[in-house]
């Protein structure tokens, strides 16, 4: 070893090699990292954002206002501005622990000692659960949301029909009249069950609610789940004749603070579900834009999502291409077809990674 | 234990604190013997006897060198304005010198400490420099105060 080699080990490297090394080490670091991209989730149909910050304050101040009290167990002010909202009287409406829960009683009430349901298929995926937990059969009708195929197999076991408006999967809305014919071609006996989770995103005045004012047979359930943005709070209400509302009332109350989001909601939150319409209307031009003159397409939709199918692809080879860009998407084979995949839409970041990947696949 | 260990500082991560970065190697080093150790702690302090030798000859010895130079100038030449600048010219050049000098004593001082088995970080010439200075000062105002007076005119009547 030469002579001085001893004490050369012990001199520091400057600054400059170290941050070389450092920079070595951190590129060597990068390029063995495997390159994390955040899963997009496009399968649930619940709204992306959060609930507007007022309805977040309303239903603060009633936990702390309430924290010690039962809640209101007639939840009369939502029911009040829900009646007024839709041209009914406050005893045709019943709130509940979200639309789901009330259609599953209702269910129950129609369905006790057996009959049919028919569903609009496809439909709410749970529907022909609820009918047998109820103890009913259920039919599924398919008639790409018309209403004439329901009414033609409308028989004596039929106790009620279930659609929805705009439809989930499809995001086809059921025409106001469409609704009216139905219900008054099948009779009274048996009862329309109109599920309008989505249609806060139906243009004012395209809804049925307002039917139930007139139809004895016709039960609607809304949700504020969706277009509200608050499904953590379960609540909905249903409109219908006064005593069916009676029956679906819950037997224990809906707590306070979903009482009161749903009242601010009711009350002043229109601004807020305009401008989500408008968003949701948006993404869909811009979906429908990037994929014009591609094998991919869907049907006109007012529904916050998407029944994408196409020419060259099953649903389940579109769902497996965008689970690799981890984008989760609803394939079509949840409601028995092999064509279609169902996308919800969000953002316009998730619009562009969506359309990305699309493209790759087109 | 490293330097900037949260227990050092009351159990408070507060980033590194000045001087206590690590020395970055090229390699791990690797010691040397006990008696070459303790040879290198010898060596360490000769070169830091030296290096505070060098950073005194800054005070006295290279100022009345360089003042002796300026007066043979002034002497030879007959310009005083001459010599003050000979002097002064050579007084900054052989700073200038004697700091590249001790840095590079210190250089050696860092890495003999090193490898004498210290973990030794930053140098000490910055630390000699300024006790010099304040020794040099202190040994001038007893010969300026005390050993030689001063001028007449400033000289107590």
Redesign the interface.
């Known amino acids: 070893m030469p002579r001085f080699d001893h004490y050369r080990q012990f001199q520091e490297l400057p600054p400059e090699e170290v941050s070389r090394e450092l920079r070595e080490r951190r590129d060597e670091a990068r390029a063995r990292e495997v390159v994390l991209v955040p899963e997009l989730d496009l399968a649930r149909t619940a709204w992306h954002e959060p609930p507007h910050a007022e309805a977040v304050n309303a239903a603060t101040f009633a936990l702390r206002r309430r924290m010690n009290a039962y809640p209101d167990p007639s939840a009369r002010e939502v029911r009040e501005l829900a009646a007024a909202r839709h041209g009914v009287t406050a005893d045709q409406v019943a709130v509940g622990h979200g639309a789901a829960e009330l259609l599953q009683e209702a269910c129950a009430v129609l369905l006790h000692g057996g009959g049919e349901l028919l569903v609009a298929w496809p439909g709410w995926g749970p529907l022909p659960e609820l009918a047998r937990r109820a103890g009913g059969s259920p039919v599924a009708v398919r008639g790409e949301g018309g209403i004439g195929p329901l009414a033609d197999r409308t028989g004596a076991e039929t106790r009620a029909i279930a659609l929805s408006s705009p439809n989930d999967p499809t995001g086809a809305p059921v025409a106001r009249d469409d609704v009216r014919a139905l219900c008054e071609r099948v009779g009274e006996r048996v009862c329309v069950l109109l599920d309008e989770a989505l249609a806060e995103f139906l243009e004012p005045g395209e809804d049925a609610a307002g039917l139930v004012a007139e139809l004895p047979n016709l039960l609607v359930f809304r949700t504020f789940a969706k277009a509200h943005a608050m499904a953590g709070f379960r609540i909905g209400y249903v409109l219908g004749p006064a005593e069916m509302a009676e029956r679906l009332t819950p037997s224990f109350s809906v707590n306070a603070p979903a009482q009161a989001a749903a009242a601010w909601s009711l009350e002043l939150g229109d601004a807020v579900l305009a401008r989500r319409r408008a968003a949701a209307a948006r993404e869909r031009e811009r979906l429908a834009a990037a994929l014009h003159g591609t094998a991919l397409s869907f049907p006109p939709t007012a529904a916050p999502f998407v029944w994408l199918s196409s020419a060259a692809h099953t649903g389940r080879e579109i769902a497996e291409h965008l689970g690799l860009r981890r984008i989760k998407v609803a394939p079509g084979a949840q409601w028995g077809d092999e064509r279609h995949v169902r996308i919800t839409l969000r953002d316009s970041a998730a619009t562009d990674r969506l359309i990305a990947a699309l493209r790759e696949l087109a | 234990m490293a330097r900037n260990d949260p227990t050092d500082t009351g159990g408070l991560f507060i980033g590194r604190r000045p001087g206590t970065a690590p020395?970055?190697?090229?390699?791990e080093?690797?010691m040397?013997s006990p008696g070459?150790r303790r040879i290198d702690r010898a060596v360490a302090a000769f070169v830091l006897v030296v290096e505070t030798l060098v950073c005194l000859t800054l005070w006295g010895p290279q100022p009345v060198a360089w003042l002796w130079v300026g007066s043979q100038v002034d002497f030879h030449a007959g310009s005083v304005t001459l010599g003050i600048a000979v002097a002064f010219a050579g007084m900054i050049a052989s700073l200038m010198l004697t700091l590249v000098l001790a840095v590079r004593l210190d250089a050696i001082w860092k890495?003999?400490r090193?490898?004498a088995g210290y973990d030794q970080r930053e140098g000490v010439l910055s630390r000699i420099f300024v006790v010099t200075a304040i020794v040099a000062a202190v040994a001038f105002g007893c010969w300026f105060l005390i050993l030689e007076g001063p001028a007449p005119s400033l000289a107590p009547q």
């Not at chain 2, 020395?23 to 390699?27: F, T």
């Open positions: 020395v970055h190697y090229a390699s080093p690797e040397g070459r890495v003999v090193r490898a």
